[in-house]
């Protein structure tokens, strides 16, 4: 290849490397492997010559895919964090409204409780739905990637969806409102802000932690806004890593900071106050949890 062909191909490649980024990104849920994913995704197109190779989009996308199926599968599989490494992070403001802009960070929301969710799926199963729900590639494209039948690519797309997607969340009337609420509360712990914690605390509230997420490995409960607010305050550094995801259908949060222990909030929400929380680490209870996420296709547009 010549210097000059080398730069043209350089050229049409940073053209395409955010949207390389962001497939590797969402394949993977960490940003370091997904940079060193897509150079390496560079520097197998930097060896091929590139009037060879019909659809460019389409052979970076599926070289890009192979390397990222072949990372999963390499990954050591650790008992202590069935959830994945951790949430993407930093998170986004949280608004009050019901408005679009409401909507465009509750589908921000939503995509990043997906990623932490998504570790939970087998390597092949976590690509089809990426690459499909995700970037809306063709089965017949993930096939080859995966090197198994496009019936077979459509049957790991939907068994994906099923685990990670919850289908009849958005026709719950009430799921919005216990979404918007409980993202109030984890907004406002990140904040520090104990009076906006307050205004979603019911008086009386109660809040327990099992013996895994407690301090000092003894379960622990609580009673009381006041009380169960400064216990908040303690969470404020690890909320940062928290994403809403349904618990069960229910208004929930899973809280996945890079080498800890995930746990699991189930939120107990009444009109637009919280009557209780309930902490949940320890992996026998986190394994028979249904934690998804709701349907964005199902929420009304206005």
Known sequence: MSVRDSGSTAARFEQRRSRLTGQAFRMLGASGEAEDAVQDT???????????????????????????????????????HPLG??????FPPVATGDGPEERAILADDLERAVLVLLHRLPPAERVAFVLHDMFAVPFYEIAEILHRSPNAARLLASRARHRVVDDDAGLRPDALRERRVVRAFLAAV???????????LDADVTVSADQVAAPGAVPVT??????VGRLAAGFAARARFSAVVLVDGHAG??????????????????????TRIE????????????LTVPDLSAQPSG
């Open 222 to 227: 609580a009673q009381g806004a006041r009380v």
């Open 253 to 274: 949060a899973v809280v996945a900071a890079a080498g800890e222990s995930p746990a699991v909030m189930a939120f107990t929400v009444d009109g637009e106050r919280i």
């Open 42 to 80: 560079w520097m197998r197109l930097s060896r091929t010559e590139i009037d060879s190779i019909r659809n460019l989009d389409g052979w970076l996308t599926t070289t890009l895919s192979r390397i990222c199926l072949d990372v999963l599968r390499a990954r050591r599989i650790d008992d202590r």
């Open 279 to 290: 902490v949940i680490a320890e992996p026998e209870a986190l394994a028979r949890m249904r």
């Open 190 to 200: 990140r904040a520090g802000d104990l009076q906006a914690v307050l205004a979603v």
């Open 85 to 90: 490494p951790g949430a993407p992070d930093p």
